[in-house]
């Protein structure tokens, strides 16, 4: 596609609920990331996929987040009972993958957990 | 501990006045800083990657410099359309992510 697409752009679930937030990154891009971003603080990052695989997952806040990447292309993040503090946006960003070049990001998941 | 620090937190401009946005890092080897625009609502944009001190880049209005332990966003004769938060982000070494700061909150008033 023309950028990096994510779905749903916005999410409001009750505490405990389980939710998806998707990822499709640029066409032939093949290092996917996500980040979150809170209120007044810095992109933190939680995951990273090179291909399918995710060399790096030392982001991930608790074991209630999951990630997976399938044909090297979309990636879902899952969060199981959600928490209060799990609000925030979270941002998908996809690149040609290493020596790390620049990110594309896209325009963010911006979740409310109630 | 790898860590990136922007100031000002915010700052606030008339059009026209020429200011500098800082990031310094504390990173054990830098292989490219990257300079990203986002306005609100909105995804990230990137500006700038730097990769060696003394490195410089122009885009318009902004000009991005590196040393050793800081970077520099220099904006001159800014308008209101520049009015943005800017991300300062590290890449330190194999596959490591970007490390972001927390940005910079750009206002200019016309």
């Known amino acids: 596609g023309a950028g990096v697409s994510q779905s749903p752009s916005n999410k409001v679930t009750e505490k405990g609920k389980d939710v998806e937030l998707r990822c499709d990154p640029i066409?032939?891009?093949?290092?996917l990331y996500w980040y979150r971003q809170s209120l007044g603080q810095g992109l933190e990052f939680l995951i990273y996929?090179?291909?399918?695989?995710?060399?790096?997952k030392s982001g991930l806040p608790s074991d209630r987040f999951s990630a997976e990447r399938t044909g090297g292309s979309v990636s879902t993040l899952t969060i199981q009972r959600t928490q209060q503090e799990d609000s925030a946006v979270y941002l998908c960003?996809?690149?040609?993958?290493?020596?790390?070049?620049?990110?594309?990001f896209g325009e963010g998941s911006r979740l409310t957990v109630l | 501990e790898d860590q990136v620090t922007q100031s000002p937190e915010a700052l606030r401009l008339q059009e026209g006045e020429s200011s500098s946005l800082n990031c310094s890092y504390t990173?054990?080897?830098?292989?490219?800083l990257f300079w990203y625009r986002q306005d609100p609502g909105k995804g990230p944009e990137f500006l700038f990657t730097l990769y060696s001190a003394g490195e410089e880049k122009e885009k318009e209005r902004l000009k991005a410099t590196l040393t050793k332990k800081e970077s520099f966003l220099h904006i001159t004769a800014p308008k209101p359309e520049d009015s943005a938060t800017y991300l300062c982000?590290?890449?330190?070494?194999?596959?490591?992510?970007?490390?972001f700061g927390k940005g910079t909150r750009l206002s200019v008033i016309a």
């Open positions: 066409s032939g891009h093949t290092a």
């Open positions: 996929f090179q291909g399918n695989s995710a060399p790096d």
């Open positions: 982000a590290v890449h330190v070494s194999g596959n490591t992510p970007l490390v």
């Open positions: 990173v054990s080897g830098l292989r490219g």
């Open positions: 960003a996809s690149s040609l993958g290493q020596p790390v070049v620049e990110l594309f």
